[in-house]
């Protein structure tokens, strides 16, 4: 069971990360070693974070890592069967 007060300051944390997100405040990495920190101590936290929160936390991640997630696949060509194939293939 997550301890009332570590989900407290978590979700109070978030909150800040979101304002800093919003006002491009210079220090959200502080805010998210925070936030790491108080997770790290209390994992079951994790479990009680709404799906709201968790966003917040990955567009703090990915804003500081300047990295993208993957959100489409791209379609393959069929191959060709290797009958198939002829000289103007290769």
């Known amino acids: 069971m997550p301890n009332p007060d570590q989900a407290f300051e978590a979700r109070e944390k978030l909150a800040s990360l979101e304002a800093a997100l919003l006002s491009n405040d210079p220090k959200m990495p502080t805010i998210l070693r925070?936030?790491?920190?108080?997770?790290?101590?209390?994992?079951?936290?994790?479990?009680?974070?709404?799906?709201?929160?968790?966003?917040?936390?990955?567009?703090?991640?990915?804003?500081?890592?300047?990295?993208?997630l993957a959100t489409t696949?791209?379609?393959?060509?069929?191959?060709?069967a290797l009958s198939k194939l002829s000289v103007d293939d290769l």
């Open 34 to 68: 925070d936030i790491h920190r108080t997770l790290k101590n209390d994992p079951d936290v994790v479990t009680i974070l709404t799906e709201e929160e968790c966003s917040i936390l990955v567009r703090g991640l990915k804003k500081q890592t300047a990295t993208e």
């Open 73 to 80: 696949t791209m379609k393959k060509k069929p191959k060709k």
